[in-house]
């Protein structure tokens, strides 16, 4: 059974920082992408960053570029959001997603049927002052 449990998340004030982390049972990282995704209230979910199979390729969106970083530890089965420098408009849900169709050179932010079809349970961040 594929599960994804996530960890991390929290309140923290503008500008600090908070680690999130998904750990996978039920598969190898080396066949699934890794994608972190949020939503906050009233807005769509949407794409934060991804890690492919072969652990490199990343993508960001480009409200995080470069304050976020996505990582993983295949020995623990486990892959990393850190994040820095946060900001208000952070503030969300966040999930993180399996995606085992899409080719191991590359992953996909957009959450479609056809890819992401295993979600974490979510975690709540919340930046504020």
């Known amino acids: 059974q ?3 449990v996530q960890s991390g998340g929290g309140s923290v004030q503008p500008g600090g920082s908070l680690r999130l982390s998904c750990a996978v ?3 190898s990282l080396d066949y699934y992408a890794i994608g972190w995704f949020r939503q906050a209230p009233g807005k769509a979910r949407e794409g934060v960053s991804c890690i492919s199979s072969s652990g490199g390729s990343t993508n960001y969106a480009d409200s995080v570029q470069g304050r976020f ?3 993983r530890d295949k020995a623990k089965n486990t892959v990393y959001l850190q994040m820095n420098s946060l900001k ?3 503030t ?3 999930y993180c997603a ?3 169709y899409t080719d191991q050179a590359m992953c996909i932010m957009t959450a479609l049927p056809t890819n992401y ?3 974490g349970q979510g975690t709540q961040v919340t930046v504020s002052s």
Request: cysteine-free; aromatic content about 14%.
């Open 98 to 100: 399996a995606d085992g």
């Open 2 to 4: 594929l599960q994804l």
């Open 25 to 27: 049972s039920g598969f």
């Open 92 to 94: 969300a849900v966040y």
């Open 88 to 90: 208000p408009e952070d």
């Open 117 to 119: 079809d295993h979600w």
């Open 69 to 71: 970083t996505i990582s």
